[in-house]
Every structure is written in C-alpha cells, then in structure tokens.
C-alpha cells in the first residue's frame, strides 16, 4: 500500500478522498490488495473528518 499516510491536513485529505473516488465507479474485489486499499483510505478518512469536523460534542 503505497503512498498511504495518516491524515493531518486538508491538503492531505483532498488527496486521500482523491484516491478513494477512483474506487467508487469500479469497486475491489474482496481481499484483494485494492481493496485493502480502499478499506485504509477510509478509516483514514474516517479518522480526520471525525477530528475536523466532530459531530454532537456535548
């Protein structure tokens, strides 16, 4: 999984949802290296969005 880095600014986040996207027209194959792939970018992108934009802070 080349490439692949944790998420600290917007500027990496542009990029990580840009390579996600590619995904959701053609999407992996279970277990397959691309769809690890996919899987890691969007915890990633998970991650970042619930530190950036938290939801409900009561």
């Known amino acids: 999984m080349e490439n692949i880095r944790p998420i ?11 390579e996600i996207a590619r995904y959701f027209d053609h999407e992996p194959v279970a ?5 690890n792939r996919f899987d890691v970018l969007a915890t990633l992108i998970e991650a ?7 939801i409900g802070t009561r």
């Open 8 to 18: 600290n600014s917007d500027a990496e986040y542009d990029w990580a949802i840009a």
């Open 31 to 35: 277990g397959s290296p691309e769809a």
């Open 48 to 54: 970042y969005e619930a530190k950036r934009y938290p």
